[in-house]
């Protein structure tokens, strides 16, 4: 018997359209094993970034220190721990006595951020500037004097100053007005290593 004959009482059955080519199922299969990729792909982009954000946090603290005789501070901020890398993100450096409105300034004046010893070594601003790594300073053009208060703010964490710990970020003002408090605001956004 073959497929065009036919016998009176016998039910005819006959395939489905397409049921046998590509028309309907292929494209279809095909879409839907690259939307699956696409998907693993993205899941793992997700992972990743979620891994790393798992292994930042940002800390903000205070510190405060008097000028000498010589109006020279040295203030340790923030110890980065052993194989992290510390970002520091914004330093607001205050002065007693003066506002933004009337700041502090001279032609002596400057104030930085370095990377120096630990903090309670007690290292006094000349030291720190002898030993330590600078990652930024004010003024930044002889022309300019610095002024106090001033913010240091990064907007991202490339632009900021890093440092890979052990080390500790610290805050120094020269040529300021003696025996006055300084107190520093900052925040540093920590990184830890992959384990």
Known sequence: MTLGDHHPGASMQSAPPGAFGTEVAGPAMVELVTIMARTASIMHSLEQRAKAEARQRLYAGRAAGQTDANGDVAIPLFEVPQGATGYLMRCAIDFAGVTPAGPLTNANLWHA???????????????????????????QSP???AVLPYVYAY????????????GTFWAIVDAATAARQVGVRYSVLVEQPEP
């Open 113 to 139: 951020i370095y990377e120096g010893g630990p903090p309670g070594s007690g290292m006094t601003a000349a030291q720190v500037v002898a030993v330590g790594n600078l990652l930024d300073a004010q003024p």
């Open 143 to 145: 022309t300019v004097d």
């Open 155 to 166: 907007g991202d964490r490339y632009a900021a100053p890093v440092l890979v710990g052990p």
